[in-house]
DNA sequence: ATCGTTATTGCGAATAATTATCAGTGACGT
DNA sequence: ACGTCACTGATAATTATTCGCAATAACGAT
């Protein structure tokens, strides 16, 4: 979990600001969020935050590898706290939730691939979209929104 | 290679408009072109096309499947024909340059992960980024531009 | 602790990409 | 050839994000 010292190690200064935001990404029942559901956490909480603020300071931490942006289907980009180790997303298109998973066998593939086309990689972004079991059944998304679940092939995480 | 009559499958008229967008993505040089790409060529070329239309007939495309779009860093569109084969991208972060591959291994892994997950896939994103072998030796980008590369799989494409 | 420098913030305006509105036009079945 | 209705073009509207700038607040030096 990215505490106060890293603003400091990424050369930022620990501002108020950042330390709202660091606490919403780190404490939020959601854990993507996009700048606007940052925003709005923060005026709920009765904080006075600039949305270019918020703007800002989620696309320095990005910098400073605090936080991951991804760009879902739609465009607009939707920010996690980069805690954990690397995984990719399983995005559900009926009711927008996410799972996230790792598979080694994919990563190793990846590298592969990278490797026949003479390319030293050095990120990659994979993102598998379709229905969850919940909204076909029931229409209804029954995944638990709080505690994401986490695939992780035989190998464990990357 | 999509053709007229596809327009018509898609229960969409075959009009003008989108006759000739249907064209320039077919004869680009360029393979993957934002709305604004697809505008400015038809503009060039002294037709007489609105950028509301361009950008419907794109989004009707997608639907009827002739093209697929691609949200690439940055948040902005790209569409690419949808002629061959489903593939996927590895993109040189210093020139740009775009391969594409399928890895049959890849493709199957994922399908695994969403039955896993409970999931019904029905597509997915995955780019790889990194520095292509010219890029790193000579600083030059040494593909072919015109004709990309396709790697394929021991096991063809899907 | 106070002070000064300089990064940071908040606000509102600006931009970029895309979508909506709507009156006029053209494709296509009859 | 005709009438209907999907389609188009021009422009306004939206959405997401960034910019410009004066006011403010961190943090090191005193």
């Known amino acids: 979990?990215?505490?106060?010292?890293?603003?400091?190690?990424?050369?930022?200064?620990?501002?108020?600001?950042?330390?709202?935001?660091l606490r919403i990404l780190e404490n939020s029942s959601?854990?993507?969020?996009?700048?606007?559901?940052?925003?709005?956490?923060?005026?709920d909480s009765g904080e006075e935050i600039g949305l270019?603020?918020?703007?800002?300071?989620?696309t320095?931490?990005?910098?400073?590898?605090?936080?991951?942006?991804?760009?879902?289907?739609?465009g607009r980009s939707v920010f996690e706290l980069n805690d954990e180790g690397h995984h990719d997303h399983?995005?559900?298109?009926?009711?927008?939730?996410?799972f996230e998973f790792c598979d080694r066998t994919i990563e190793e593939r990846q590298r592969w691939v990278s490797d026949q086309a003479g390319f030293v990689l050095d990120?990659?972004?994979?993102?598998?979209?379709?229905?969850?079991?919940?909204m076909r059944k029931s229409g209804k998304c029954s995944i638990n929104k709080r505690k994401l679940?986490?695939?992780?092939?035989?190998?464990?995480?990357?």
């Not at 320095?60 to 739609?74: C, K, P």
């Not at 972004?125 to 079991?133: R, V």
């Not at 679940?149 to 990357?158: H, N």
């Open 30 to 43: 959601v854990r993507h969020m996009t700048a606007e559901d940052v925003y709005k956490t923060l005026l």
């Open 52 to 58: 270019a603020t918020v703007y800002r300071v989620l």
């Open 90 to 98: 399983i995005v559900c298109s009926e009711c927008g939730e996410v």
């Open 60 to 74: 320095q931490f990005e910098t400073a590898r605090l936080v991951i942006r991804h760009n879902f289907e739609g």
């Open 123 to 134: 990120g990659h972004s994979l993102y598998l979209y379709g229905a969850c079991e919940g």
């Open 149 to 158: 679940p986490t695939i992780l092939s035989k190998a464990g995480r990357d």
């Open 1 to 21: 979990m990215p505490s106060n010292s890293d603003l400091k190690k990424a050369g930022l200064k620990t501002t108020l600001p950042r330390l709202k935001i």
